[in-house]
């Protein structure tokens, strides 16, 4: 059965964005209609009250779950794609999601993500401009030791495969047809 929710989590600058919309595009050729909960998109706006301390990051990942469950409740399929930066905030996502989640880490290597740094964050951060920013001066776990990880590695591939390979490990390892 295929999830209601497809959870998408990295560095920043790892793809996850910009992999949600590859594939949006992807399951609307196939008339599948999914909501896009992107991470910036939500802290501009429903969660704009917080920042990035320990407690408000948690409130971040326990607020967006909430919303990808009130929407997976009504049937709506939800993509998202959050930092998730630590077992504690996965966990937060499993448990409010239980069995409607899948959750896919979009492994970049650091040096890549400060490659990509269009927004000038990494640079920020690393000229401590910036605080809390995850993989420099906050940590980012990385999931060895959570098995229902499903690992992407995007080192020499384009986000549509990316958003390929994430589909075809739905369709195949889950026993969905979309």
Request: glycine share 6%; hydrophobic share 35%.
């Amino acid at each position: 059965m295929l999830k209601k929710v497809i959870w998408l989590f990295g560095l920043s600058g790892a793809g996850k964005s910009t992999i949600a919309q590859h594939i949006s595009q992807l399951l609307s050729q196939k008339n599948i209609t999914y909501v896009l909960l992107d991470g910036d998109e939500i802290r501009n706006t429903v969660n704009s009250d917080l920042g990035f301390s320990t407690d408000d990051r948690r409130e971040n990942i326990r607020r967006s779950s909430e919303m990808a469950k009130l929407l997976s409740q009504q049937g709506i399929k939800c993509i998202c794609s959050f930092i998730t930066p630590t077992k504690e905030l996965r966990d937060i996502v499993r448990k409010r999601l239980g069995n409607n989640v899948i959750l896919f880490f979009i492994d970049t290597p650091i040096e890549e993500c400060i490659k990509r740094d269009v927004k000038g964050l990494y640079k920020k951060a690393i000229n401590q401009e910036v605080k809390n920013f995850t993989g420099i001066s906050a940590a980012f776990e990385q999931p060895e030791n959570e098995n229902d990880v499903v690992r992407i590695t995007t080192t020499g591939k384009t986000p549509d495969e990316c958003a390929k390979e994430i589909l075809d490990y739905i369709l195949n390892k889950t026993c969905s047809n979309l």
